[in-house]
Every structure is written in structure tokens, then in C-alpha cells.
């Protein structure tokens, strides 16, 4: 794959060494932490600078002493997959005075620690940055006092400091997620999925209480994943009458024949005056106004606890490298920066910038402004609050718009988590649209049979948790049956198709295009929305399923390196699915701490084999215990996973042992993981109101016709926004032999793997986050941030 050659750096030329960085998380803890922790120490390792841990935040660097310890490449071993910090984290009311700040100070230039990587929240950041700009003073006083020489004041003359967001809340501005908040949702969406299966067997409305004091992300974003009937969030209180609408709702919801209702309330909820709103409160009137049988849950730190998800172990290696590269690079006027997520792309935002618009928010509510408050929080916030009152509240008949359009909708390929949700998206936006929505089964195969029937609102409650494709898919292409499909368009007076689905779902759309010119019934928008575990679809960064596949790999590599605990040493070699596309093999192992993944798009040899063997080898002489080796399916014909197996076995002998395991299914299986069902949700969405406004400008003379390119499109996830582009544009970047995009953006995260598991490579930043400004950081195109 060709990669750009600006800035590209090979580390020889990146040289920490003579530095020393020291990393610390502080404030609440996040799932996540230790996977940065983890990047910041290998990371600085690997570039010749000496790290430090500093113990217990802010409280150990003023204690000073055993709490400010020598990091080794051994010493964050096996910490991945643990959720906290395991370094500890306190808070520290003698570092907010000047003297705690002196100590601090002094206990950092004993040992040559100019450069700090923060990991926690607003408060956390804040402090770091008044340190930051007071040391220089500190570092006369040391002087004055007789504690350092004079000459250490020229030595140490500046401390550079980088953050990352440790926190479940996402309640800081600059970021599109902070380290920790997809575990969190992960542990509520866990219970609510449990608990609506009690609450069916019983009709019961249950009242779950979220953390989020002041940021109610957790509240909206679980409420957009299970469907709740009702949210509040502090950001915007109901308005006055609220108790009546609610009830109405949750009344309404059951008359259509639903068992159960969920109400989702942030701990921070407030009405319009500034009186709390607490989930007894909430009971309290249900069972009164309605008399239903309703129950309580606060889940409580439940959520701060557990293994963090594939998708905070990503971020956080990804902002742990970052975060070393921006230290690398700083100078004496650098200002403090934050690394932080923006659409799929890693960015560097002044640190007091993202403090005072955080800091904005909060001023914001307290003034009752709660529409600014929102606007405040970014257009991630906005889309989710939006997307939520689109889909959880029906307009009456009467308010609806006519468009006399009928939209079918369809899943195309292999099931894959997240298509559900996507699904009851389109029906909802489709029917707010005023538009009449068919539901396809089977996919093409099954609209040449004529298995299409109307899909209503109440149709698709529920939809968002349930894995597979309950419309039922078919990886049958269109050409067979084109004459079929035409008679069943016309038939059913079809004016717009969408398509959920993998690389075949790209195949129709190219067939049917085609097909135009000989089937008018074809001349109407048609729009893709992605959606294969295997993450092979060009035109976008992500696909809905691919998340949920991921985490079933972690999971189960988790399980398995587990299972070699207290044993002799062992060497795991994993086979995972993706055709050819080695996305879960690559992504995988980097979130669950691979040494080596085979993969098509990397072509390796027996050389290659031989040296990973070897270079395992040395570090099981170490005190590392367990190897895991991940292998794409179809990586290499001839060096399969029983002959990797055999040659590890052969060349290990004496030293470790091996293992083999093929994951198969399991990885398409199950539950959608929070963010697929966000994904899905909102893509869909999106691309229903592109078919919307595509219908308006293709409605002509009493019928619609649409056979520009542009009326045939994918949308798709690509660097910081979501883009359509019109399929044939995307013929010349696929290699279709091998159902795969000629350039993959995830084959740069790939040296982030080799050098977190000890090789030397080069790493191309070109991608790496440039210092921007908080205020017009996003394109404008971002209507939909994306991740979550």
C-alpha cells in the first residue's frame, strides 16, 4: 500500500533521548487509563527517554519518594485488559496551594522530569497547566531555599505538559470521546438488555439512573442505543408539564402492544427552575398517574468498573503514542495541549482552550441558558439529542409531512450487529419524512419474489438491541433477477432504495446503476450505508458490526491468554475472519496487546515467521509469560494457521509451548455493542434525509427520476466526516478481486502493534495530530460525529 511520504519519520530520527517523561492519571478513573498508561511508558521507551509513573496522581508527585518510580517495558505488561488505573489515583487539595506545588516541583527536578503526560479530567488538565506556568517561579524559590543548584533553573527551565481525557462522562469540550465513556456505556447498555427481559415477563416500566452530575452524554447516548421511551439530562430540562407528556407517552407505548418501558435519568437532571429530578421522583409519578408496576436501578459506579472495550483500548494506545510524539515536539512556547478524538482522526488542542469552553458549559446551565448549553457541548452532543427526539417521540398523523413516496429498505451480505438499529432509523426518519416505508426480506433475492410488505413505526420497537439482520439477508447480486426487480419496483411504485450491507451491498448498487439505462424503474436515489464485520467497504473509515466483532475478539483473547495464567510459558496463535481484509486481525490485536498479526495487505514470508519466533523467543526469557499471535483467515494460502502453529511449536520448544484457536462465527454473533448501534442509528438516519431531499429535487412532471451519479451513493465514515460519494467513483479505489479498498487508513495504526510489542519499525506520522483551535476545529460537513 502506498503510504504519503510527508513527514514521515523513522524513529531513529525521533529521539527522546536525555529526556525523562513522567505519566500520571488523576481525578476519577476511566476503563482505558491503563491502556494509555501503558502506550505513554512503551512509547517513550522505544524513543530512548526514560518514563517515570508517578503513584496516586497529583497526591504521589507532592509525596515525592517511592511514589515516583522508574518505569521498565516488563512493568505495564498485562495491564491492558484491566479496568482503573493501576497506578492509582487520588485527589489532592495540598496541590492547589502554592507550597504543594513547590514540593511537587522539587521532587520533579530531583530526578529530571520536564515533561508530564496528564491522564484525567477538566480539573485535572487545569492544574497541570497552572503548574506549567508557575514553575519557572517555583524554580527560584528551590533555589532561593538552597533545595537545587542554579544552574538546574537553565537545566529545567520548562516543563511541558500533554493531557488526555480520562473520564466516563465525555463531558470534555475538544473531544469527540474521552478515554473510558464507550466502557461505561457498554456496562449500562449490559444491564438494560437484561433488565428488559424481566421487565416483558412482568409489563413493568423500570427507571434507570445514570452517572452524569453535570453531562448527561451517558444518559442520551444509552437512551439512543436501547430506544428508551424517555431521558432527561441536565443539558435540557423538560419544559413545564413535562409529568403529563411523559405519561401520555409511556400510556401510548403500551397501547400498541408493548410489555415494558424504560426511562433513562442522568443523576444531574433538573426541570426548567432548577429542581432535581431523581429516578424515585420518576417512579413515584408513573405509579401514581399510570399505576403501572414500575422499579428503580441506579447503577452507580457499576459503570466505572470492568475491562475496558476494544474501542477505549484503541483510543487510549492511540493518544498514548500521541501524546509522546507531541512532547517530542514541543517547545519552550508551545502552549499545553490536550490529544483528543475528532471524527476517526487524532488532533492536538490548546489544553485551556477545551478547560474554558468545558468551564462555558457548566456557566451556561447555571444561567439557565440550556440551548447554548447543548450547542456548547459540540455537534456530537447536538446530532445525538436530535437523532434521539427524531426516533423516541412520533409526531401525530395530523403534523406529519405528505410526500406520497414510498422507500424500501433492505439488508444485503452477512449479518452484522448494528443492522437492526439501522433499520429502525430509516423506518422512523422515513415515516417523520412523511415518506410510506417497505420493509425487503431476504434482500434482492427476496425483492425479486416479492417478499415486500409495509413497515410501520411500532414495527420496529425494539429493534436496536437484537444482533443479526431480522429482515433476514442474502448475498444473492442483482444481475440474475433485474427484470424482476424492475416488475416488483414498479409493482410497488418504489421511488427510493436503501441498502444496509457489506461488499456485495456495493456490487448491487454498481449492478443496478448499470441497469438503468435499460430499466427506468432503477432511475431513483439509491443510497449504501456499510455494514460488514470485515470492515472491506471502500468509501468508509468504519462499517456498522465491525465494533461488535472486535470486542467479541478482545473478549476472547482476554479469555484466552487468561487461561495461561500460573502456567509455563504459552504462545497463542488466534485465526480471525475478514476475507481478505485484515482489519480485525490488525485493530484486534492492537486492543488485546498481539506481538504479531498476519494479515493479506502486509505480505510476509518464512523470514518474517523466523524473526517473530525468534524475537518472541527473547522476551519469553524475560519475565513475560504469555505471547498472542493474531492471522487474518485468508491471509496466505500456503502459510496457514496449522502451519504457523506447527513452526511456533517447533522453533519455541524449550522455551514456550503453543496453542491454536480459530474464533470463527462467534465473531458475527451477538448483541450490537453500544457504539454499532449508535453508528447505525445515525448513519441511518442521515441517509434517509439525503433520499429526502434527493426525492424533492428528482420529482418531476409527477413521477421521479434520478440517473446522475450522484443520486447512487455510499455514505460513509471518512477521516472527520460523513461523506456521500456516488458508487462509480469508487470503482477505481477497490480491488474487487479480493473485496478489499486499495488504501486502508487502519494499516497506519499497524507499527502503533509492532512497536507497543517491542520491534523496531518506522511509524509514519503523517496522519499525527496537528495543534488546532477548539472553535472551527470541525469541518463543516460533520452534521453526524460519528463516533458516538
Known amino acids: 500500500m502506498a503510504q504519503p511520504d510527508t513527514k514521515k519519520i523513522f524513529f531513529e530520527n525521533l529521539s527522546g533521548a536525555g529526556k525523562a517523561i513522567a505519566v500520571l492519571t488523576s481525578g476519577g478513573d476511566a476503563q482505558g487509563m491503563n491502556a494509555a498508561v501503558r502506550a505513554v511508558v512503551r512509547m517513550g521507551l522505544y524513543v530512548g527517554a526514560k518514563v517515570y509513573f508517578i503513584h496516586e496522581g497529583y497526591q504521589g508527585m507532592v509525596d515525592g519518594g517511592d511514589n515516583i518510580e522508574e518505569a521498565s517495558w516488563e512493568s505495564v505488561s498485562s495491564m491492558l485488559q484491566v479496568g482503573g488505573t493501576v497506578i492509582g489515583s487520588a485527589r489532592c487539595k495540598e496541590f492547589r496551594s502554592h507550597e504543594g506545588r513547590l514540593k511537587a516541583a522539587h521532587n520533579l527536578v530531583q530526578r529530571g522530569i520536564t515533561n508530564l503526560c496528564v491522564i484525567g479530567g477538566d480539573g485535572s488538565l487545569t492544574g497541570a497547566n497552572l503548574f506549567r506556568e508557575e514553575w519557572s517561579g517555583l524554580l527560584s524559590e528551590l533555589v532561593e531555599q538552597g533545595l537545587i543548584e542554579a544552574k538546574s533553573v537553565q537545566k529545567y527551565s520548562a516543563l511541558h505538559i500533554v493531557g488526555m481525557v480520562g473520564s466516563i462522562d465525555n463531558d470534555f469540550c475538544g473531544t469527540?470521546?474521552?478515554?473510558?465513556?464507550?466502557?461505561?456505556?457498554?456496562?449500562?447498555?449490559?444491564?438494560v438488555d437484561a433488565i428488559m427481559t424481566t421487565a416483558q415477563s412482568h409489563q413493568r416500566t423500570f427507571v434507570l439512573e445514570v452517572m452524569g452530575r453535570h453531562c448527561g452524554y451517558l444518559a442520551l447516548v444509552s437512551?439512543?442505543?436501547?430506544?428508551?421511551?424517555?431521558?432527561?439530562?441536565p443539558e435540557m430540562p423538560p419544559d413545564d408539564g413535562w409529568e403529563d407528556k411523559m405519561c401520555e407517552k409511556l400510556s401510548a407505548t403500551r397501547s400498541r402492544g408493548t410489555r415494558l418501558n424504560i426511562i433513562i435519568v442522568a443523576e444531574g437532571s433538573i426541570d426548567k427552575h432548577g429542581k432535581p429530578i431523581t429516578s424515585s421522583l420518576v417512579k413515584d409519578l408513573v405509579v401514581k398517574n399510570l399505576g403501572f408496576d414500575t422499579r428503580v436501578t441506579i447503577l452507580g459506579h457499576v459503570q466505572r468498573g470492568g475491562t475496558p472495550s476494544a474501542f477505549d483500548r484503541i483510543l487510549a494506545s492511540r493518544m498514548g503514542v500521541e501524546a509522546v510524539l507531541a512532547l517530542l515536539e514541543t517547545t519552550a512556547n508551545t502552549p499545553a495541549c490536550v490529544v483528543s478524538l475528532s471524527g476517526n482522526q487524532s488532533v492536538r488542542l490548546p489544553l485551556m482552550e477545551c478547560v474554558q469552553m468545558t468551564q462555558a458549559v457548566q456557566k451556561a446551565m447555571d444561567e439557565k441558558r440550556f440551548e447554548d448549553a447543548v450547542k456548547l457541548r459540540g455537534r456530537s452532543f447536538e446530532n445525538n439529542l436530535k437523532t434521539y427526539k427524531l426516533l423516541a417521540h412520533r409526531k401525530p398523523e395530523s403534523e406529519l409531512p405528505v410526500s406520497n413516496f414510498n422507500v424500501a429498505v433492505l439488508n444485503v451480505g452477512a449479518p452484522a450487529a448494528g443492522m437492526n438499529a439501522a433499520v429502525r432509523s430509516a423506518v422512523r426518519v422515513g415515516i417523520s419524512e412523511g415518506h410510506k416505508m417497505f420493509a425487503v426480506s431476504d434482500g434482492f433475492e427476496g425483492f425479486s419474489k416479492g417478499q415486500i410488505k409495509e413497515i410501520k413505526w411500532s414495527d420496529v420497537g425494539g429493534w436496536?438491541?437484537?444482533?443479526?439482520?431480522?429482515l433476514g439477508t442474502k448475498r444473492t447480486l442483482p444481475a440474475k433477477h433485474v427484470e424482476k426487480i424492475a416488475q416488483q419496483m414498479r409493482q410497488h411504485n418504489i421511488s427510493a432504495l436503501l441498502v444496509i450491507g457489506g461488499f456485495e451491498a456495493l456490487e448491487c448498487l454498481l449492478q443496478l446503476y448499470e441497469a438503468r439505462a435499460a430499466f427506468e424503474e432503477f432511475c431513483v436515489p439509491m443510497c449504501m450505508i456499510p455494514a460488514t464485520i470485515s470492515n472491506n467497504v471502500p468509501g468508509t473509515d468504519l462499517s456498522i458490526g465491525a465494533d461488535t466483532a472486535l470486542n467479541a475478539i478482545v473478549e476472547t483473547c482476554d479469555r484466552i491468554k487468561q487461561s495461561a495464567s500460573g502456567t509455563k510459558r504459552r504462545v497463542f496463535i488466534i485465526e480471525t475472519m475478514g476475507g481478505y481484509c485484515g482489519y480485525l486481525a490488525s485493530v484486534g490485536g492492537l486492543a488485546s496487546g498481539a506481538d504479531a498479526a498476519y494479515i493479506y495487505e502486509e505480505p510476509f514470508d518464512i523470514k518474517d515467521l523466523q524473526a517473530n519466533v525468534e524475537h518472541l523467543t527473547e522476551k519469553m526469557k524475560t519475565s513475560i509469560q504469555r505471547g498472542l499471535v493474531l492471522r487474518n483467515e485468508n491471509s496466505n494460502d500456503n502459510y496457514t494457521t496449522d502451519f504457523i502453529y506447527q513452526l511456533y511449536s517447533e522453533e519455541g520448544r524449550g522455551v514456550f509451548d503453543c496453542r491454536k484457536n480459530v474464533l470463527g462465527h462467534m465473531q458475527q454473533g451477538g448483541a450490537p455493542s453500544p457504539f454499532d448501534r449508535n453508528f447505525g442509528t445515525k448513519i441511518s438516519a442521515k441517509a434517509m434525509q439525503w433520499i429526502t431531499n434527493k426525492l424533492q429535487e428528482t420529482f418531476r412532471n409527477g413521477r421521479v427520476f434520478a440517473n446522475t451519479e450522484d443520486s447512487c451513493c455510499?455514505?460513509?465514515?471518512?477521516?472527520?466526516?460523513?461523506?456521500?460519494?456516488?458508487?462509480?467513483?469508487?470503482?477505481?479505489?477497490?480491488?474487487?478481486?479480493?473485496?478489499?479498498?486499495?488504501?486502508?487508513?487502519?494499516?497506519?495504526?499497524?507499527?502503533?502493534?509492532?512497536?507497543?510489542?517491542?520491534?523496531?519499525?518506522?511509524?509514519?506520522?503523517?496522519?499525527?495530530?496537528?495543534?488546532?483551535?477548539?472553535?472551527?476545529?470541525r469541518p463543516k460537513e460533520l452534521d453526524a460525529a460519528v463516533a458516538m
Do not use: N
Request: proline fraction near 3%; aromatic fraction near 8%.
Open 176 to 191: 469527540d470521546m474521552t478515554i473510558g465513556t464507550d466502557s461505561a456505556l457498554h456496562r449500562i447498555i449490559e444491564v
Open 223 to 233: 437512551a439512543l442505543a436501547c430506544g428508551a421511551d424517555w431521558v432527561l439530562i
Open 464 to 470: 436496536t438491541g437484537q444482533g443479526g439482520s431480522l
Open 714 to 777: 455510499l455514505l460513509g465514515m471518512h477521516r472527520r466526516a460523513l461523506v456521500f460519494q456516488p458508487v462509480v467513483d469508487l470503482k477505481d479505489k477497490t480491488d474487487f478481486v479480493h473485496r478489499i479498498p486499495k488504501e486502508q487508513w487502519w494499516l497506519k495504526l499497524r507499527p502503533l502493534m509492532k512497536i507497543l510489542a517491542k520491534y523496531k519499525t518506522s511509524y509514519d506520522v503523517s496522519d499525527s495530530g496537528q495543534l488546532e483551535h477548539v472553535v472551527g476545529s
